[in-house]
């Protein structure tokens, strides 16, 4: 990897963290809201379409730290909003591809009965289609 890509990637991370530690999850205005969570409509649609969907699921940061949090702090609590979250679905209503370290989010593929659990769950902020993204730079 040539070092302006790896630049590019750190940043993308960089402001992927800001985004969900400071302001909550992009583009929240588009997000369907319930009660208790939130499930963006494109999962919703793509749910109609297919059994399950790939999606990122945003957790809520722990109640009482400092907005950002620090590394140690995340590394504390993420795996154990995580844990919380993954203990309330069952294995076919969501698949775990990858579950970050110090970001409150976990990757997968998720079924509507996921879907339906995952916007009751208080640690649920939102769940987002995960989607390929290109580089626009030239």
Known sequence: MNTGLMKLSLLVVIATLTGLLSY???GATA??????GVVHP????????AP?????ISLRGPDG????????QLLYTTPLRQASVLADLTPGDFT???QYSIMPALVGRLTASGAT??????????VDPNREMFELLG
């Open 117 to 126: 659990a995952l916007a009751k769950h208080p640690d649920v902020l939102s």
């Open 42 to 49: 494109d999962v919703l649609q793509a749910l109609q379409e």
């Open 24 to 26: 909550g999850p992009f």
């Open 31 to 36: 997000h369907l809201q319930g009660k208790d």
């Open 52 to 56: 399950e969907v790939a999606v990122i």
């Open 65 to 72: 730290l400092p907005t950002p949090a620090t590394i140690d």
């Open 96 to 98: 775990l591809t990858y």
